[in-house]
């Protein structure tokens, strides 16, 4: 099949997490348009029932598509991977690339055995999670911990915020307060919004934990998939949210820092 050289990659999440994939997907593809789309109306999905975030990312995914008819979707968020990534590629024509816990590098990285691992609510608790965990880091413990502050945290980091500390204090004491957690020397960051706030998460955990997310894996991943296709970015990337997101100068300005020049509504 043809590609346009102008056709898109789009990035899909529930707010601005993504970010951290696009980051390092410019490092890949200088060159590629790229569409970013938050789901700001239904943020946040790790509160959300499998239901909800499978309906709603299967829907908002196929008028994206439809409206603007992207190379390759990537759905730069865990939760809805781990839910509705199946369902999505089930009923669209398009490539696409989902976020899955960086549970595998982890287990060749830690040293003593022991890994954190921090989600949302709805990510911890998934089969593909389990199934991660068993071909991936057997003879491993892994411990999950809940930390869906962190979320909103780095949704008003990006937005010229401060967060509470309190909040990176806490997602650090949820893993070590379980059995074995004092021994956790790696931590996956099993949320794409979470290394926004890594440098806190670090404060909080203190100089012998190293963080490990899936954002870079992910950019080569897109880069494999597209290799030999051309690509023509003619303007700055945009941003396309649902709900009240486009009249905020906080937002443009956080984006801004990422090449995202516009905020369009959905």
Same mark, same amino acid.
């Given at each position: ?8 990659? +789009?990035? @899909?999440?529930?707010? @601005? ?25 239904? =943020? ?28 390759? =979707?990537?759905?730069?968020?865990? $939760? ?13 024509? $398009? ?16 040293? $003593?055995?022991?890994?954190? +691992? ?19 880091? %057997? ?28 909040? @990176? ?7 070590? %307060? %379980? ?25 909080? @955990? ?11 894996? =992910? ?14 970015? %003619?303007?700055?990337?945009?941003? =396309? ?26």
């Amino acid at each position: 099949m043809d590609v346009q050289p102008t056709a898109p990659i +789009l990035l @899909f999440d529930s707010g @601005f997490g993504g970010l951290t994939v696009l980051a390092e997907l410019r490092h890949e593809l200088p060159d590629a348009p790229v569409i970013y789309a938050a789901d700001l109306a239904g =943020i946040p999905y790790g509160e959300k029932t499998e239901a909800e975030v499978a309906a709603r990312v299967a829907g908002l995914l196929g008028r994206l598509a439809e409206r603007y008819h992207p190379r390759l =979707i990537c759905i730069a968020c865990n $939760t809805a991977s781990t839910i509705a990534l199946g369902m999505v590629r089930e009923v669209l024509e $398009t490539p696409i690339v989902g976020t899955v816990p960086a549970i595998k590098p982890a287990a060749e990285m830690t040293r $003593t055995g022991t890994i954190g +691992l921090l989600g949302t609510a709805a990510t911890i608790r998934q089969a593909y999670v389990d199934n991660l965990e068993a071909k991936f880091a %057997q003879g491993k413990l892994l411990l999950r911990h809940a930390a869906p502050d962190l979320v909103a945290a780095a949704e008003l980091k990006l937005r010229g915020g401060t967060p509470d500390p309190a909040i @990176f204090t806490a997602a650090a004491e949820g893993l070590r %307060q %379980q059995a074995g957690g004092e021994e956790i020397d790696t931590v996956v960051l099993a949320c794409t919004h979470f290394p926004l706030v890594q440098d806190e998460l670090a404060g909080a @955990f203190g100089n012998k934990v190293q963080f490990i997310d899936g954002a870079q894996g =992910i950019a080569r991943r897109i880069a494999y998939l597209t290799q030999g296709q051309s690509f023509d970015r %003619q303007d700055d990337d945009f941003a =396309i949210v649902t709900g009240d997101g486009q009249d905020n100068e906080a937002l443009r300005g956080g984006l801004e820092r990422y090449g995202i020049g516009r905020i369009l509504p959905l």
